[in-house]
Protein backbone atom coordinates (compact mmCIF):
# COMPACT_ATOMS: atom_id res chain seq x y z
CA UNK A 1 0.00 0.00 0.00
CA UNK A 2 1.27 3.47 -0.95
CA UNK A 3 1.90 6.19 1.23
CA UNK A 4 -0.95 8.86 0.14
CA UNK A 5 -3.29 5.29 0.92
CA UNK A 6 -2.07 4.51 3.96
CA UNK A 7 -2.50 8.81 4.93
CA UNK A 8 -5.28 9.09 3.57
CA UNK A 9 -9.03 9.53 4.41
CA UNK A 10 -10.42 6.08 2.80
CA UNK A 11 -11.54 3.21 4.53
CA UNK A 12 -7.75 2.08 4.28
CA UNK A 13 -5.95 5.44 5.76
CA UNK A 14 -5.59 6.38 8.61
CA UNK A 15 -5.68 10.45 7.66
CA UNK A 16 -9.00 11.16 9.70
CA UNK A 17 -7.91 8.92 12.76
CA UNK A 18 -4.75 11.14 13.00
CA UNK A 19 -6.89 14.55 12.91
CA UNK A 20 -9.25 13.25 15.62
CA UNK A 21 -6.76 12.12 17.30
CA UNK A 22 -4.98 15.59 17.20
CA UNK A 23 -8.32 17.09 18.18
CA UNK A 24 -8.42 15.10 21.63
CA UNK A 25 -4.52 15.81 22.22
CA UNK A 26 -6.02 19.94 21.74
CA UNK A 27 -9.28 18.37 24.08
CA UNK A 28 -7.09 17.10 26.64
CA UNK A 29 -4.88 19.31 27.00
CA UNK A 30 -7.48 22.74 27.41
CA UNK A 31 -9.08 20.62 30.12
CA UNK A 32 -5.67 20.03 31.92
CA UNK A 33 -5.17 23.48 31.63
CA UNK A 34 -7.99 25.01 33.00
CA UNK A 35 -7.56 22.55 35.93
CA UNK A 36 -4.27 23.72 36.27
CA UNK A 37 -5.35 27.12 35.94
CA UNK A 38 -7.54 26.80 38.89
CA UNK A 39 -5.04 25.30 40.91
CA UNK A 40 -2.32 27.69 40.03
CA UNK A 41 -4.58 30.29 40.96
CA UNK A 42 -5.23 28.87 44.75
CA UNK A 43 -1.78 28.32 44.96
CA UNK A 44 -0.45 31.30 44.19
CA UNK A 45 -2.62 33.30 46.69
CA UNK A 46 -1.67 30.76 49.03
CA UNK A 47 1.92 31.57 48.72
CA UNK A 48 1.42 35.24 48.69
CA UNK A 49 -0.97 35.34 51.93
CA UNK A 50 1.06 35.92 54.10
CA UNK A 51 0.33 32.81 56.14
CA UNK A 52 3.45 30.99 56.95
CA UNK A 53 1.07 27.60 57.24
CA UNK A 54 -0.56 28.01 53.19
CA UNK A 55 2.99 29.40 52.19
CA UNK A 56 4.52 26.00 52.80
CA UNK A 57 1.52 24.32 51.87
CA UNK A 58 2.00 25.71 48.67
CA UNK A 59 5.74 24.98 48.36
CA UNK A 60 5.08 21.41 48.96
CA UNK A 61 2.72 21.75 45.77
CA UNK A 62 5.00 22.92 43.81
CA UNK A 63 8.15 20.89 44.59
CA UNK A 64 6.06 17.73 44.49
CA UNK A 65 4.41 18.14 40.82
CA UNK A 66 7.39 19.60 39.62
CA UNK A 67 10.21 17.87 40.44
CA UNK A 68 8.32 14.03 40.43
CA UNK A 69 8.34 13.01 36.58
CA UNK A 70 5.12 13.27 34.67
CA UNK A 71 4.95 9.57 33.86
CA UNK A 72 5.03 8.63 37.36
CA UNK A 73 1.67 11.45 38.50
CA UNK A 74 -0.06 9.89 35.32
CA UNK A 75 0.30 6.75 36.28
CA UNK A 76 -0.50 7.30 40.11
CA UNK A 77 -3.48 8.96 38.90
CA UNK A 78 -4.88 6.95 36.14
CA UNK A 79 -4.46 3.63 38.46
CA UNK A 80 -4.76 4.96 42.15
CA UNK A 81 -8.00 6.87 40.45
CA UNK A 82 -8.82 3.10 39.82
CA UNK A 83 -8.33 1.60 42.47
CA UNK A 84 -10.59 4.09 44.45
CA UNK A 85 -13.23 4.14 42.37
CA UNK A 86 -12.97 0.06 42.12
CA UNK A 87 -13.11 0.18 45.97
CA UNK A 88 -16.25 2.81 46.43
CA UNK A 89 -17.95 0.88 44.08
CA UNK A 90 -17.33 -2.47 46.33
CA UNK A 91 -18.56 -0.55 49.10
CA UNK A 92 -21.87 -0.10 48.03
CA UNK A 93 -22.38 -3.88 46.35
CA UNK A 94 -20.93 -3.71 43.06
CA UNK A 95 -18.52 -6.61 41.98
CA UNK A 96 -15.30 -6.22 39.27
CA UNK A 97 -13.01 -3.65 38.55
CA UNK A 98 -13.78 0.24 37.47
CA UNK A 99 -11.40 2.06 35.66
CA UNK A 100 -11.44 5.73 35.77
CA UNK A 101 -11.90 7.26 32.04
CA UNK A 102 -8.70 7.50 30.62
CA UNK A 103 -9.66 11.01 29.50
CA UNK A 104 -10.88 12.33 32.78
CA UNK A 105 -7.82 10.50 33.95
CA UNK A 106 -5.49 12.23 31.78
CA UNK A 107 -6.39 15.57 31.88
CA UNK A 108 -6.50 15.54 35.68
CA UNK A 109 -3.05 14.28 35.72
CA UNK A 110 -1.87 17.03 33.46
CA UNK A 111 -3.66 19.70 34.68
CA UNK A 112 -2.06 19.12 38.42
CA UNK A 113 1.53 18.95 36.56
CA UNK A 114 0.20 22.22 35.10
CA UNK A 115 -1.11 23.70 38.22
CA UNK A 116 2.13 23.74 39.91
CA UNK A 117 4.14 25.62 36.62
CA UNK A 118 0.91 28.03 36.39
CA UNK A 119 1.02 28.75 40.44
CA UNK A 120 4.59 30.37 39.39
CA UNK A 121 3.35 32.20 36.48
CA UNK A 122 0.50 33.81 38.65
CA UNK A 123 2.66 34.02 41.19
CA UNK A 124 5.50 36.25 39.71
CA UNK A 125 2.94 38.25 37.34
CA UNK A 126 1.42 39.47 41.16
CA UNK A 127 4.71 40.54 41.89
CA UNK A 128 5.04 42.76 38.53
CA UNK A 129 2.18 44.93 39.64
CA UNK A 130 3.33 48.05 40.42
CA UNK A 131 3.04 48.51 44.56
CA UNK A 132 2.30 52.21 43.79
CA UNK A 133 -0.54 51.49 41.56
CA UNK A 134 -2.35 49.56 44.46
CA UNK A 135 -1.14 52.21 46.94
CA UNK A 136 -2.79 54.93 45.03
CA UNK A 137 -6.03 53.00 44.59
CA UNK A 138 -6.35 52.22 48.63
CA UNK A 139 -5.86 55.67 49.59
CA UNK A 140 -9.01 56.64 47.10
CA UNK A 141 -10.75 54.16 48.61
CA UNK A 142 -11.23 51.39 45.82
CA UNK A 143 -12.38 48.45 47.70
CA UNK A 144 -10.56 45.33 47.22
CA UNK A 145 -13.04 43.29 45.15
CA UNK A 146 -13.01 46.62 42.63
CA UNK A 147 -8.82 46.97 43.19
CA UNK A 148 -8.75 43.28 42.28
CA UNK A 149 -10.95 43.82 38.96
CA UNK A 150 -9.72 47.09 37.85
CA UNK A 151 -5.96 46.31 38.72
CA UNK A 152 -4.52 43.59 39.81
CA UNK A 153 -6.48 41.13 37.37
CA UNK A 154 -5.68 42.68 34.14
CA UNK A 155 -2.37 43.11 34.80
CA UNK A 156 -1.69 39.58 36.50
CA UNK A 157 -3.23 38.45 33.36
CA UNK A 158 -1.22 40.58 31.26
CA UNK A 159 2.09 39.77 32.81
CA UNK A 160 1.08 35.97 32.70
CA UNK A 161 0.79 35.41 29.55
CA UNK A 162 4.32 34.41 28.13
CA UNK A 163 4.83 31.94 30.81
CA UNK A 164 0.94 30.51 30.37
CA UNK A 165 1.74 29.71 26.56
CA UNK A 166 4.86 28.04 27.70
CA UNK A 167 2.88 26.44 29.94
CA UNK A 168 0.43 25.32 27.38
CA UNK A 169 3.18 23.67 25.20
CA UNK A 170 4.41 22.30 27.78
CA UNK A 171 0.85 20.32 28.89
CA UNK A 172 0.66 19.85 25.05
CA UNK A 173 3.71 17.42 24.74
CA UNK A 174 3.14 15.97 28.37
CA UNK A 175 -0.60 15.09 26.71
CA UNK A 176 1.71 12.21 24.53
CA UNK A 177 2.40 10.26 27.90
CA UNK A 178 -1.52 10.12 28.53
CA UNK A 179 -1.35 7.35 25.43
CA UNK A 180 0.06 5.08 28.16
CA UNK A 181 -3.86 5.11 29.35
CA UNK A 182 -4.90 4.00 26.24
CA UNK A 183 -6.40 7.22 25.50
CA UNK A 184 -6.38 7.52 21.79
CA UNK A 185 -4.87 10.79 21.55
CA UNK A 186 -1.98 11.31 18.97
CA UNK A 187 0.77 9.36 20.64
CA UNK A 188 -1.67 6.77 21.41
CA UNK A 189 -2.88 6.59 17.47
CA UNK A 190 0.58 6.97 15.47
CA UNK A 191 1.58 3.70 17.32
CA UNK A 192 -1.14 2.25 16.77
CA UNK A 193 -1.02 3.60 13.39
CA UNK A 194 2.65 2.23 13.11
CA UNK A 195 2.30 -1.24 14.79
CA UNK A 196 -0.96 -2.22 12.05
CA UNK A 197 1.09 -1.19 8.98
CA UNK A 198 4.79 -1.82 10.22
CA UNK A 199 5.79 1.60 9.13
CA UNK A 200 6.76 3.10 12.24
CA UNK A 201 9.00 6.04 9.94
CA UNK A 202 6.05 7.17 8.16
CA UNK A 203 3.61 7.44 11.19
CA UNK A 204 6.26 8.26 13.32
CA UNK A 205 7.18 11.22 11.47
CA UNK A 206 3.56 12.22 10.38
CA UNK A 207 2.87 12.23 14.02
CA UNK A 208 5.49 14.27 15.43
CA UNK A 209 4.82 16.37 11.65
CA UNK A 210 1.16 17.23 13.80
CA UNK A 211 2.58 17.90 17.07
CA UNK A 212 4.12 20.67 15.43
CA UNK A 213 1.28 22.00 13.46
CA UNK A 214 -0.63 22.55 16.63
CA UNK A 215 2.24 23.93 18.59
CA UNK A 216 3.24 26.28 16.03
CA UNK A 217 -0.33 27.33 15.75
CA UNK A 218 -0.37 27.46 19.22
CA UNK A 219 2.15 29.74 19.48
CA UNK A 220 0.61 32.52 17.27
CA UNK A 221 -2.43 32.57 19.23
CA UNK A 222 -1.12 32.96 22.10
CA UNK A 223 1.38 36.09 20.49
CA UNK A 224 -1.58 37.29 19.06
CA UNK A 225 -2.58 37.90 22.38
CA UNK A 226 0.43 39.31 24.29
CA UNK A 227 0.00 41.95 21.78
CA UNK A 228 -3.10 42.56 21.84
CA UNK A 229 -2.96 42.51 26.43
CA UNK A 230 -0.33 44.84 25.41
CA UNK A 231 -2.19 47.48 23.20
CA UNK A 232 -5.33 47.52 25.74
CA UNK A 233 -3.36 47.92 28.76
CA UNK A 234 -2.68 52.19 28.48
CA UNK A 235 -6.52 52.10 28.11
CA UNK A 236 -7.74 50.09 30.91
CA UNK A 237 -5.00 51.72 33.48
CA UNK A 238 -6.34 55.08 32.17
CA UNK A 239 -9.71 54.17 33.50
CA UNK A 240 -8.72 53.36 36.80
Known amino acids: MSTLELLG ?35 AAAKLSGNRVLSFLGSVYTTIFRGVPELLIIYLIYFGGSSAVTAIGQAMGYEGFLGLPSFAAGA ?25 ELEAASAIGMSR ?36 TGLAELMRTSQVAAGSTRQ ?30 NRSMPSAMGQV
Open 145 to 180: GLRFRRIIMPQVLRYALPGFGNVWQLSLKDSALISV
Open 200 to 229: YFLFFIVGGALYLILTSLSDQVFNRAERRA
Open 108 to 132: LAVGIISGSYQAEVFRGAYLAVAKG
Open 9 to 43: FGSTGWGALLLVAAGVTLAVTAVALLIGAVLGAVV
